[in-house]
């Protein structure tokens, strides 16, 4: 029991997602009998619900991937694991079945305002005792408590979006490689299906302002106020993928991190964005409109590519707002000058 406490005081430990899932996996890994541990990830592809190993172990080592899940080679549908599609569809909390070689699996999906996204598979070489289900679901719980602690702390209170505490480290995680070296895969860099694969995948960084909002205010109250920030960020969430980050920075400013699009889709989507908040009528208030500035997140460090957005932004509300300005656009065709930094002062 001794160090199943110790492993348990380890996993709480971390503060942060992929670290605690790396955590679970290794204490459920080291049970009697284990012989296989993975995170799958859930997600629907092109209305197909599929899921993806997320984190796998391989060569006794635990393998992270945050890769993109509609383009990774290793997904599948989840119609090919009947128990858990089962499971998930009846919004249960476990399921088991015995697969090939003798092998007996658990699955145990991590539910989350009724949503499930990611889901623990623990496979045995032998089936699993009433002692070994209580010890596995009780790691289980902890883990998905804690995981639960993390989740409210990482989102704002009003919209139910990331916060700005949350922002470097998934900022990291877009611009890092998506696959480690040594982990045996290929990287993925497939365009999504509306792309022009002659375009280059990259991250994008984009900074969205509702245009007048103190206005709003002032004319409405804050109670309107506060619902046009939901209804927004509701709108947001339906623009983008779940592979996409998205960010509430207070007030009535977002952020938006979009993963691996090419230049050109990275503009429909932001410019399909500002359209559906243009024509979206808002209790009370009637039409608004939002503006964006964006940029590659490959400029700099974060504080940096916020920096060069916020000047796209700047240039968008200045220049007659409800509109999306591209930096390096700007840039290139003279409307900003590029600031040099030099020892953190910043030369003009």
Known sequence: ???ILQNLADMTAHRDHVRLEVSVLSTLQKLSSVSDVRALEIFNDAGVPSLRPRTWLANGKLVSTRSQ????PRREPLAHYPALNDCIANHRDSAMASLHRG??????P???QD??????EITRSRPFSAHSLDVIKGIFQVYKNYQSLLEYSERDALTGLLNRKTFDEQFSQLTAPQLSGDSGLTPLCSALPDEDETEPLQQWLALVDIDHFKQINDRFGHLFGDEVLILVANLLRKSFRSEDRIFRFGGEEFVVLLRSAT???ARKVLERFRGAV????F???GHITVSIGFVGADKGAPVEVLGLADQALYYAKEHGRNQVCYYDDLIAQGLLQPKVAHDDVELF
């Open 1 to 3: 029991m001794k160090p």
């Open 69 to 72: 899940a509609s383009t990774d």
């Open 103 to 108: 092998a007996h699996t658990l699955w145990l």
């Open 110 to 112: 991590v539910w989350m």
């Open 115 to 120: 949503k499930v996204s990611t889901c623990l």
């Open 263 to 265: 230049l050109p889709t």
């Open 278 to 281: 243009q024509d979206h009528s």
């Open 283 to 285: 209790p009370q208030v």
